[in-house]
């Protein structure tokens, strides 16, 4: 009796191993596969990095990554950081990093540590809101409101003309100066210089504006640079195997960065003793290669002083996209060597394609004539 109680407990335990063995296998399994996937996409999100970083719009590939949405990178490494925190966590500190490199790098993200570890800028005080009002659609009296809320002393506007009399009436107390689709306004006298009309597209890629603030008189550019966009419509599986659509995107990027240059030479010339804002909309990001080579030299407001990432358009809705949710920082507040700068910030109302940029900037004292750097320096 004892002898077959036994030998009955023996076979229904028998199969208890092979369960067993067979949980390793598959967690195994999933771990392998975890961990190859893990280490691809990391090296995905390097690749793409590098290429932004060090190519940028120098080569049609790169740029098309640099004007594609990036939020949508983290959301495999974000299954891949659930999964190794359940089947293998040493490999969750892999995915970490690859989450890092997309939030930080990838997507943007500003920190103003120089604005914290600088001395604080004494000077007179300039409060600047400029955007692209793309004709004052869809609702322009929200935009209006949030710039309202802002209390600038100056304000430029993009693709506005045609306005309506809403600017009229809230700006009735304010100097302006309009030309072609730009507008801009002053607490202070102003007057229209010049325009700027470059040969790469045959317009107006910038007018040139004099404010006379109380201590002296300032140089203010209004910028609008021809979109990336149109460059890549034309790419697709036909135009792709042909060569056409590269040949045609690389074209357009060398007109871009033509009208680029042209338009920095045009405000180069133009009074370069007196101290100069140049805003407006550049199409193009910061790390944009038709941007650097034309800007790159200027302090951005925003790199210095703003906080998070910046993104200014799109953000009317799209097919492919979600409503309000823009991913291109593409409009931007830069500023002279005699320019401090003390906030910048982005506006969150949808009145219209883009967020307004403000800025905060300081005019510094213009140094004494007749006074060597070293000797300044020693002045109270």
Known sequence: ????????????????????????????????????????????????????????????????????????YLIPAMILAGFSLFFCRKWAILNLATLGIILFPLMGFS???????????EGNKLRIVSCNVQRYQPRFSEVLQEIAWAKPDIVALQEAPDKPPMVDQYFRDWYTVEFDEYWVGSKYPLKLVTTCKTAAFDRISAIAVEVSLPEEKIMLFNVHQTTARVGMTELNVGSLLSGEGQSFLENYIYLRSDEAMATREFI?????????????????????????????DLQNSFNIAGWGYG??????????????????????????????????????????????????????????????????????
């Open 268 to 296: 180069q010339g133009l009074k370069p003793d007196a101290p100069r804002i140049i805003l407006g909309d550049f199409n193009a990001p910061s790390n944009s290669s038709v941007y650097q080579n034309a800007w790159g």
């Open 111 to 121: 920190i103003p540590t120089e604005k914290y570890f600088s001395e604080p800028i």
């Open 1 to 72: 009796m004892s002898t077959q109680r036994y030998t009955l407990q023996k076979q229904n335990s028998a199969p208890a191993p092979m369960s067993v063995a067979r949980g390793s296998v598959r967690e195994i399994s999933s771990t392998k596969w975890i961990k190859r996937i893990s280490i691809a996409y990391f090296s995905l999100m390097l690749c793409i990095w590098f290429l932004i970083s060090m190519y940028s719009e120098d080569w049609w590939v790169s740029a098309i990554f640099l004007y594609l949405p990036r939020l949508p």
């Open 311 to 380: 993104y200014t358009s799109p953000v009317k809705k799209h097919r492919l996209w979600l409503d309000h949710t823009p991913w291109l920082k593409i409009d931007h507040i830069l500023a002279g060597n005699r320019w401090g700068i003390n906030e910048a910030s982005v506006g969150n109302t949808n009145g219209s394609d883009h967020h307004f940029v403000s800025a905060e900037l300081v005019l510094k004292k213009r140094p004494e004539k007749g006074l060597n750097p070293y000797t300044q320096l020693l002045q109270p």
